[in-house]
Nanobody, 121 residues
Framework: QVQLVESGGGLVQAGGSLSLSCAVS????????MGWYRQAPGKQRELVAA???????NFADSVKGRFSISRDNAKNTVYLQMNRLKPEDTAVYYC???????????????WGQGTQVTVSS
């Protein structure tokens, strides 16, 4: 079994900061890209930030310069640091990992259960 366990999130005032973390556990051979997505009420899920196993990053235009993403490959953990938060950042944030469970397996995407981030104005 593979589990993605998220922590962090909560309620913060606009301009504040929050940190999210996501630890991947279980029978894992290799993890490729890890990332964070978010889904606000009535909207589609969207990519927030992603990071490859080599450290290359990608960010949504709306969060560039405010959010940062990092990972600890030894701990199979990805982090999202969110600064200068805005009310429009309010959403459920989901961790995502593209991983292979065996050397002979293809890579599949796995999701965390989601964590609520609420930014008050």
């Amino acid at each position: 079994q593979v589990q993605l366990v998220e922590s962090g999130g909560g309620l913060v005032q606009a301009g504040g900061s929050l940190s999210l973390s996501c630890a991947v556990s279980g029978s894992i051979y290799s993890i490729n890209t890890m990332g964070w997505y978010r889904q606000a009420p009535g909207k589609q899920r969207e990519l927030v930030a992603a990071i490859t196993s080599g450290g290359m990053t990608n960010f949504a235009d709306s969060v560039k310069g405010r959010f940062s993403i990092s990972r600890d490959n030894a701990k199979n953990t990805v982090y999202l640091q969110m600064n200068r938060l805005k009310p429009e950042d309010t959403a459920v944030y989901y961790c995502n990992a593209e991983l292979s469970r065996h050397w002979y397996s293809v890579y599949n995407r796995y999701w965390g259960q989601g964590t609520q981030v609420t930014v008050s104005s």
